[in-house]
């Protein structure tokens, strides 16, 4: 096990690279400490790929880990070395900001099974020479937490004083919460819930269906065969964008207003404004984002079902838990609406937690969770603050 600097190959696709070699620090798991997922296999040599921010403090109780989304990845709060873009919570992490890095130590990783540095489907298979593609094993919400407990224990990390995440990452924060709640002093759970709906289950299958009916996939092997589903890739994420936004935004930002144009074509080119935006979000997406890990996180998100893993009882995860809860939604997210936050705070009611609750009106939808949404961002700090006197964390 090690920490190593990460370089770059430009002779290799840059989805290659960063899977193999990211722009972010790393760290290395080898066959003598492999990482036990839940379809049985012990998985090994592994590697994290994560970004710190922000110092340690000397008893190491300052410690936060945020938990990224579907489509994020560890870049939260620098600029982004594939897209050169800022990170996709800068709004929320940084100096005076409400996740202080002047206060907290904040640390972010890739999720295993992802794209940018921690193991996934386009790392190199060391038994083969070439990208694992399908050879990859199927992971779980679970398995990303239990990479991530690796990564602290190499950090030196005993406890968190807060974990945070929205959506995909809510789950995480959930499942760290139900799994080794000892080590985890406060907990922000976002536009999250407990488990897919079937609706949710039926959008993932769409998209996984139009990657998957790429001629160019090539069975996951594309990038042996030289190839990459990217009509596909951009289709399935044309789809799910629609599902990050809401009707009232969608009309706010598009209405029925033409691109660049006052009249149809009468064809099949993008006329409308709102088109043309979602085929902007699949042409971008393709470039930063690999085809199979799309697979994997979408079913990971599928499997994941806390109160399945506990009797059927959700109150059960939570039983006795000492960790302080801040649940969020919002009222136009109609991927994970209220009542699936709600069910969260219903059941650490019953487990006897410290759980308050937050529902923010908004008409931004899902995405609410990483835009300027000032109530979100007092809430957020109003909470750590409270939660750092009660830790004993020097303001």
């Given at each position: 096990m090690s920490t190593t600097p990460a370089t770059a190959e430009t002779k290799l696709p840059v989805l290659v690279r960063e899977a193999d070699r990211p722009r972010s620090r790393l760290a290395?798991?080898?066959?003598?400490?492999?990482?036990?997922?839940?379809?049985?296999?012990?998985?090994s040599p592994f590697q994290v790929a994560y970004q710190t921010y922000g110092t340690l403090n000397e008893t190491k109780s300052n410690a936060v880990l945020i938990c990224h989304a579907l489509t994020g990845d560890q870049h939260v709060g620098n600029v982004h070395p594939v897209t050169g873009k800022g990170g996709w919570w800068d709004i929320m992490i940084g100096p005076g900001?409400?996740?202080?890095?002047?206060?907290?130590?904040?640390v972010c990783s890739n999720v295993v099974g992802g794209c940018m540095g921690t193991s996934g489907p386009s790392s190199t298979n060391p038994l083969t020479g070439d990208p694992y593609g399908l050879d990859f094993p199927v992971i779980t919400i679970k398995d990303m937490v239990r990479a991530q407990t690796m990564l602290l224990d190499h950090l030196g990390i005993d406890t968190l004083f807060a974990v945070a995440g929205g959506s995909m990452g809510g789950m995480q924060v959930l499942e760290w919460c139900a799994s080794y709640p000892q080590r985890v002093f406060s907990a922000l759970p976002i536009a999250t819930a407990t488990r897919h709906s079937a609706q949710n289950i039926a959008f993932h299958e769409v998209g996984r269906q139009?990657?998957?009916a790429d001629p160019e996939w090539r069975n996951g092997r594309y990038f042996v065969e030289g190839t990459m589903p990217?009509?596909?890739?951009?289709?399935?994420?044309?789809g799910a964008h629609i599902t990050y936004l809401s009707d009232t935004a969608l009309h706010r930002k598009f209405g029925r207003r033409?691109?660049?144009?006052?009249?149809?074509?009468?064809?099949?080119?993008?006329?409308?404004?709102v088109e043309s935006y979602l085929r902007h979000q699949g042409s971008t997406f393709v470039e930063r984002f690999d085809a199979n890990s799309y697979l994997y996180l979408t079913?990971?998100?599928?499997?994941?079902?806390?109160?399945?893993?506990?009797?059927?009882?959700?109150a059960n995860a939570f039983k006795g838990t000492r960790t302080r809860f801040c649940v969020i939604s919002f009222t136009?997210?109609?991927?994970?609406?209220?009542?699936?936050?709600?069910?969260?705070?219903?059941?650490?009611?019953?487990?006897?937690?410290?759980?308050?609750?937050?529902?923010?009106?908004?008409?931004?939808?899902?995405?609410a969770f990483l835009l300027d949404e000032?109530?979100?961002?007092?809430?957020?700090?109003?909470?750590?603050?409270?939660?750092?006197?009660?830790?004993?964390l020097v303001s």
């Amino acid at each position: 096990m090690s920490t190593t600097p990460a370089t770059a190959e430009t002779k290799l696709p840059v989805l290659v690279r960063e899977a193999d070699r990211p722009r972010s620090r790393l760290a290395e798991f080898g066959p003598d400490t492999p990482l036990q997922l839940d379809c049985g296999v012990a998985f090994s040599p592994f590697q994290v790929a994560y970004q710190t921010y922000g110092t340690l403090n000397e008893t190491k109780s300052n410690a936060v880990l945020i938990c990224h989304a579907l489509t994020g990845d560890q870049h939260v709060g620098n600029v982004h070395p594939v897209t050169g873009k800022g990170g996709w919570w800068d709004i929320m992490i940084g100096p005076g900001r409400p996740i202080d890095t002047d206060r907290y130590f904040v640390v972010c990783s890739n999720v295993v099974g992802g794209c940018m540095g921690t193991s996934g489907p386009s790392s190199t298979n060391p038994l083969t020479g070439d990208p694992y593609g399908l050879d990859f094993p199927v992971i779980t919400i679970k398995d990303m937490v239990r990479a991530q407990t690796m990564l602290l224990d190499h950090l030196g990390i005993d406890t968190l004083f807060a974990v945070a995440g929205g959506s995909m990452g809510g789950m995480q924060v959930l499942e760290w919460c139900a799994s080794y709640p000892q080590r985890v002093f406060s907990a922000l759970p976002i536009a999250t819930a407990t488990r897919h709906s079937a609706q949710n289950i039926a959008f993932h299958e769409v998209g996984r269906q139009a990657v998957m009916a790429d001629p160019e996939w090539r069975n996951g092997r594309y990038f042996v065969e030289g190839t990459m589903p990217r009509r596909g890739l951009s289709v399935a994420r044309m789809g799910a964008h629609i599902t990050y936004l809401s009707d009232t935004a969608l009309h706010r930002k598009f209405g029925r207003r033409f691109q660049d144009r006052d009249n149809p074509t009468f064809s099949f080119d993008a006329d409308f404004e709102v088109e043309s935006y979602l085929r902007h979000q699949g042409s971008t997406f393709v470039e930063r984002f690999d085809a199979n890990s799309y697979l994997y996180l979408t079913r990971a998100m599928d499997y994941f079902d806390l109160a399945a893993d506990h009797g059927g009882v959700l109150a059960n995860a939570f039983k006795g838990t000492r960790t302080r809860f801040c649940v969020i939604s919002f009222t136009s997210d109609w991927l994970f609406p209220t009542p699936e936050s709600r069910a969260v705070v219903h059941a650490l009611n019953a487990g006897g937690a410290r759980v308050s609750f937050a529902e923010i009106e908004t008409d931004k939808g899902h995405d609410a969770f990483l835009l300027d949404e000032p109530e979100l961002l007092g809430i957020v700090r109003g909470f750590l603050d409270s939660a750092g006197r009660a830790r004993g964390l020097v303001s």
